[in-house]
């Protein structure tokens, strides 16, 4: 990631994670991104770590391809974590030029689903950048344009009521 910052433990650096230098640089970024980047990227919550729209902690669902079109479309789907999040989350790339997924085959990535770190947003000549950083593997996408849509999601875990 060029702004975000997720250190390493391999490296010896702290785990603070910081998107300081993203949010800063943002008002800058945000008029060059495709609209539906731009809102996503700009959403106050997004980068809200305690908030309900906060991409952390959020668990990678599936990602599927779709040519039936004249554009490629990729779909992500992201399950909730019950304990911070009301919604799932599902983000469409149009016009995708270029998708790639680094996967450290010790995470045992494909037997669970990796929990979102952080992710960033750029703008790309093709469009827009996603980096999306999970606990063991990072997806990379660059396309035309992304829309990020929140629906419910069925949290048995949480009383009814209680959405703290």
């Known amino acids: 990631m060029k702004y975000v910052r997720i250190p390493t433990p391999a490296a010896g650096q702290d785990m603070a994670i910081d998107a300081n230098t993203y949010l800063e640089s943002l008002p800058q970024l945000a008029p060059s991104l495709p609209a539906g980047a731009r809102a996503f990227a700009t959403d106050l919550g997004h980068y809200d770590f305690f908030g309900p729209r906060c991409v952390k902690d959020l668990k990678f669902g599936d990602l599927t391809f779709d040519n039936a079109e004249e554009e490629t479309i990729v779909v992500i789907t992201f399950?909730?974590?019950?304990?911070?999040?009301?919604?799932?989350?599902?983000?469409?790339?149009?016009?995708?030029?270029?998708?790639?997924?680094?996967?450290?085959?010790?995470?045992?990535?494909?037997?669970?689903?990796?929990?979102v770190i952080l992710d960033e947003i750029l703008p790309h000549p093709h469009g827009c950048s996603h980096e999306i950083a999970m606990h063991g593997g990072s997806i990379f996408i660059t396309c035309r344009d992304l829309t990020a849509d929140w629906a419910d999601a069925d949290c048995p875990d949480?009383?009814?009521?209680d959405r703290s």
Do not use: F, I
């Open 79 to 115: 399950r909730h974590n019950c304990w911070k999040h009301e919604e799932d989350l599902t983000v469409r790339y149009t016009g995708v030029h270029d998708v790639s997924a680094n996967v450290d085959m010790r995470s045992h990535w494909r037997r669970m689903q990796p929990e």
């Open 158 to 161: 949480k009383p009814a009521g």
